[in-house]
């Protein structure tokens, strides 16, 4: 498989290439771009090289040229970013009428497994509090995490979508609404990544977590999901997609 890194001097993106077969990535393209193992180009325009599918893991800026890119040339993207406004949300259903793309707010099979398990905890203790704490590292620009939105929408489904989200506590907010997902963002140091759910209830208190020790999970999902997505039809995909046909 022959892959076009986006994002590819970044953090996320420099583990993706550590963790790719020899030769397996093509090019790069990265707005700041500098020498790596391959040729690295500042934008799509660039871009000469063929390829099997495209993994993003830049920011959601410039997010039209990737995706235009994929579907003049009918090549599968990998959308690893978060951040994504209501705009780019639409702009990407639109393109998945027209090319396949795969798109989470997590890459990790740990964390989608906990997807799963904070739904079915949801459904069974019904009137029991739900909190989500999410913590990273200082270099992080948007918050609350695309993990933590994710897992708070599962929870909801959970509680059959009775409720709507909040995001942290500040000055006298009085008691706590029975119909709210409060979602606090914790940042600092080389935290990679951890989630905590928490449903509380009258004298008892479940915690669901999960704890990321290295971006090489999640550089091993993107790599997992653009294989993935080899010769599917166009649409928007993500992890229960994959999972669904794993498990």
């Not at 193992?37 to 325009?45: E, K």
């Not at 907010?173 to 935290?191: P, S, W």
Request: glycine content about 8%; some cysteine.
């Amino acid at each position: 498989m022959k892959l076009i890194l986006c994002g590819s001097c970044g953090r996320m993106g420099k583990t993706v290439a550590e963790c790719a077969e020899t030769d397996e990535i093509v090019c790069g393209v990265d707005r700041n771009p500098y020498p790596l193992s391959f040729p690295v180009y500042r934008s799509f325009d660039e871009v000469t090289e063929s390829a099997d599918a495209v993994i993003d893991f830049s920011s959601p800026s410039d997010l039209k040229e990737r995706l235009e890119f994929c579907s003049e040339r009918n090549v599968p993207i990998v959308l690893a970013a978060t951040g994504y406004t209501e705009d780019d949300e639409k702009l990407i259903a639109e393109y998945a009428k027209s090319v396949a793309i795969f798109k989470t707010g997590n890459l990790s099979l740990g964390v989608n497994v906990l997807q799963f398990l904070v739904k079915k905890a949801a459904e069974a203790l019904g009137d029991f509090d739900a909190e989500i704490i999410e913590r990273h590292h200082n270099k992080k620009k948007d918050a609350p995490s695309g993990t933590a939105l994710m897992l708070a929408d599962s929870v909801n489904e959970g509680f059959g979508k009775s409720k709507h989200f909040i995001f942290g506590r500040h000055g006298n907010v009085g008691a706590r609404d029975k119909h709210e997902i409060a979602i606090h963002a914790v940042r600092g140091g080389t935290v990679v990544g951890e989630h905590e759910v928490m449903f509380a209830g009258t004298d008892e208190v479940i915690t669901l977590t999960h704890s990321a020790q290295s971006r090489k999970v999640f550089a091993s999902g993107a790599l997992k999901a653009a294989k993935w997505l080899q010769g599917k039809p166009n649409g928007l995909y993500d992890m229960n997609d994959l999972l669904s046909t794993l498990l």
